[in-house]
């Protein structure tokens, strides 16, 4: 299947993308152009597989 086909499934590669962008020590506050890569690929992840209106984002987070 084609990433063009499934819309969702070339979001979650977007958001893994800018996942690993940031664990890989990407400044998420900086100008850098690695910085715009991870914006932007969130983005457009949001743009092509929206989240889910009043649910969670399905991420757990612990402090």
Do not use: T
């Amino acid at each position: 299947m084609a990433y063009a086909d499934n819309p969702a499934r070339l979001a979650r590669l977007l958001r893994d993308l800018a996942d690993a962008l940031e664990k890989a020590g990407v400044n998420p506050s900086g100008s850098s152009s690695d910085r715009h890569l991870m914006d932007d690929a969130r983005k457009a992840a949001r743009e092509l597989d929206p989240p889910q209106e009043g649910g969670r984002s399905g991420r757990f987070h612990a402090f």
